[in-house]
């Protein structure tokens, strides 16, 4: 299984804002994924982040909101700009396992947005 | 879009009671995996089910996936303070390779 530190673990944040997320992966991954759950809910994809190639968005998620660099295969970063008190969340990264295609998550970045 | 219905939202157990959370979707899916998400923690793999009908165990846990394959189960037999957390299903969908998540069912063990 892969083991990924997500920095910062939580934060709290002043409106306008931003913030970068870091995700570091103990062995090279192709695809790594991050998601934002919001209090109490599931976990919505954010984007697909795939080293040397700019990131894929999920529809309601741009670029501009939440910038992603893949610089090499084990790390990752998310930032969430201009934020709000609505993004306050949960924000995850996540990689593909190598077994029956199972996720495995980081610790998650708990971010409160006053 | 596609979604996967997941019931209850909560459920309310005295320790050492069943527990059963349920999946469905209206169109086939190509496999579904379960997670469990602990209080203040993250979404842990527990198990994928692939073949119409298959059930799998893992101690005290029993997961089933429907001979359709458009519904799934998670049943856990005498609940104890350690199962306590969200359960998640995800599938993939035979139409597309994107995982979809089941809004998690909290399992709440009375005091």
């Known amino acids: 299984s892969a083991v990924i530190s997500q920095k910062p673990s939580r934060d709290i944040c002043q409106r306008g804002t931003s913030l970068t997320i870091q995700c570091q992966v103990d062995?090279?991954?192709?695809?790594m994924f991050w998601y934002r759950q919001q209090p109490g809910q599931s976990l919505t994809l954010i984007a697909t982040?795939?080293?040397?190639?700019?990131?894929?968005?999920e529809s309601g998620f741009v670029i501009d909101k939440f910038p992603i660099s893949r610089p090499n295969l084990t790390f990752s970063t998310l930032t969430v700009s201009n934020m709000s008190p609505e993004d306050s969340s949960i924000y995850l990264c996540?990689?593909?396992?190598?077994?029956?295609?199972?996720?495995?998550f980081g610790e998650g970045s708990r971010l409160t947005v006053l | 879009g596609q979604q996967v219905m997941q019931i209850p939202q909560y459920q309310h157990v005295q320790e050492g009671e069943d527990f059963t959370t349920y999946c469905n979707s209206s169109?086939?899916?190509?496999?579904i995996q379960w997670y469990k998400q602990r209080p203040g923690g993250h979404p842990v793999f527990l198990i994928q089910?692939?073949?119409s009908g298959e059930v799998k165990k893992q101690k005290r846990l029993t997961f089933q996936f429907g001979e359709a394959k458009k519904n799934s189960s998670l049943h856990i037999t005498a609940t104890q303070t350690t199962d306590v957390g969200t359960y998640f299903c995800?599938?993939?969908?035979?139409?597309?390779?994107?995982?979809?998540w089941g809004a998690g069912t909290k399992l709440i063990i009375k005091p």
């Open positions: 995800a599938a993939y969908m035979d139409s597309n390779y994107q995982l979809i």
């Open positions: 169109t086939t899916l190509s496999n």
């Open positions: 089910l692939v073949k």
């Open positions: 062995s090279q991954v192709t695809m």
């Open positions: 982040a795939n080293q040397g190639s700019e990131a894929t968005y």
């Open positions: 996540s990689v593909p396992g190598q077994g029956v295609g199972e996720l495995f």
